[in-house]
């Protein structure tokens, strides 16, 4: 009978590969992760530094150096993540594999398009660098708790904005009817958004009412932007400490890379393959 990819036996020198880059709770490990971090973050600075025209003209050069650099230290990693797994296209797409690719895309892209015309693509090809700072996200510990919170409270969260949405569509409506086009309120889209900056605390001050019953309903949304901002607060908190009490070990399957496992977890909870 022909074994799975679940019976191959990784190489030593793999499994301390996987150790080091997806086993955050080992010294080895999170040394790895210092590193990987202040290389994100500075070349995430470097992207920036070469938007800025008086620096870029004087150590444009030096920029480039850095960005080969980075997109080369960046390259070797992402491969080293896909050769440390027995199912490498799992990883690859994946959000984390994705944002990996899109990392280092951009300065390879950017090699076939040397021509003056194709400055503009070469420009905006160079903002998904940013997309670099997206990688932060996989080396903090308690990412992990934040997200699972995120997707347990996602359908509240999703009726919550809904019920807004509902909420600024019925007041910017009616604030249409009650300011009219003279007092800046074309429109019911533009009346909507009105009660979206108002509803939110924000009030930019480009339209405001001019009738006493304008400024009444305007009193009422504040006061409920304030009571409404609380919400989703209030859904994530609850969904973060169950997260916290059902936290599991950081044990990083060697076949699709999850990790967040229980202790006494022999099969991985994502593929199915022995850990």
Known sequence: MGSSDSDIKMSPLREKIHEIIFEADTPSGKLFDIVLILCILLSVAAVMLDSVKVISTEFGLW?????????????????????????????????????????????????????????????????????????????????????????????????????????????????????????GFTSIPKSIYWAIVTLTTVGYGDITPQTVLGQFVSVIIMIMGYGIIAVPTGIVTVEMTQAYKSKGAIRACLTCSADNHDEDAVHCKYCGKLL
């Not at 440390?84 to 944002?99: D, M, Q």
């Not at 510990?141 to 569509?169: D, H, M, N, P, Y």
């Open 63 to 183: 920029l480039v150096y850095a960005e080969w650099f980075f997109t080369i230290l960046f390259t070797f990693e992402y491969f080293l993540r896909l050769i440390s797994i027995t199912r490498p296209l799992s990883y690859a797409k994946s959000f984390f594999g994705i944002v990996d690719l899109l990392a280092i895309l951009p300065t390879y892209i950017s090699l076939f398009y040397p021509g003056g015309q194709y400055l503009l693509v070469i420009r905006l090809l160079r903002i998904l660098r940013v997309f670099r700072v997206l990688k932060l996200v996989l080396y903090v510990g308690e990412s992990k708790v934040l997200i699972q919170a995120l997707k347990a409270s996602r359908r509240k969260i999703t009726i919550f904005i809904f019920t807004v949405l509902t909420i600024v569509t019925v007041l910017g409506s009616l604030m249409y009817l009650i300011e009219g086009e003279q007092n």
